[in-house]
């Protein structure tokens, strides 16, 4: 803005004056102005700024504790095996038995005589990996090929019944087969289960 503005001229005055009459005489709030600046009011634009303050806020940090869950250890039983566990198992079957050669091998074009001693080879070494990872015990007690009788509410996922069956418990028949059950599992500790998923590394020999 022209802090000098050049004063409007006389007929530009007496348009004002006229316009400025009607105008004054239709609007009591510019009458008010018009008066506050005849007595000696300044106008808004000659004042001075006034000084404003504003309250910025300011930010606050808050800190907050943020729990991490800990890993926890847990005793590896039955129930908590992992897929990886079944790797290290057949793993170790394969170290001690030769067992994935054995069963990955085409053995048509071997003789019985052949196949027989190979199997006696892995029937040694699957025996071993058993006896030191695993605690198994006969899920019946008696002797296979003698009568027993299943109560009503026997164990069905222990005991598989075959045969005829017909009607409801309890059934009366032969021992077949006694079972297996592990009552403990003692497999290594695994630093790195991905490395499970290698059954048995390649050689290579220089």
Wanted: proline share 8%; with cysteine; hydrophobic share 45%.
């Amino acid at each position: 803005m022209n802090p000098n503005p050049t004063p409007p001229s006389f007929l530009r005055r007496v348009a004002l004056a006229i316009g400025s009459f009607f105008a004054i005489l239709g609007d009591a709030r510019l009458a008010g102005a018009v008066e506050r600046l005849r007595g000696g009011e300044p106008l808004a634009a000659d004042a001075p700024p006034r000084e404003v303050r504003v309250e910025v806020p300011v930010e606050k940090i808050v800190e907050t504790r943020i729990e991490v869950p800990v890993e926890r250890v847990v005793e590896k039983t039955i129930e908590t095996v992992s897929p990886a566990a079944a790797l290290q198992l057949l793993a170790l079957l394969q170290r001690q038995a030769r067992f994935v050669d054995f069963v990955q091998e085409d053995v048509a074009g071997y003789s019985d005589a052949e196949i027989g001693a190979a199997a006696r080879v892995v029937h040694e070494g699957c025996r071993k990996v058993l006896a030191e990872h695993f605690a198994l015990a006969p899920v019946r007690s008696e002797e296979e090929g003698s009568r027993i009788t299943l109560p009503v509410g026997f164990d069905a996922t222990a005991v598989r019944v075959s045969g005829n069956v017909v009607g409801q418990p309890p059934f009366a028949g032969t021992l077949a087969h006694r079972g297996w059950q592990a009552g403990e599992v003692r497999l290594p500790q695994l630093t790195d289960p991905q490395a499970a998923r290698i059954i048995a590394q390649a050689e290579v020999e220089l």
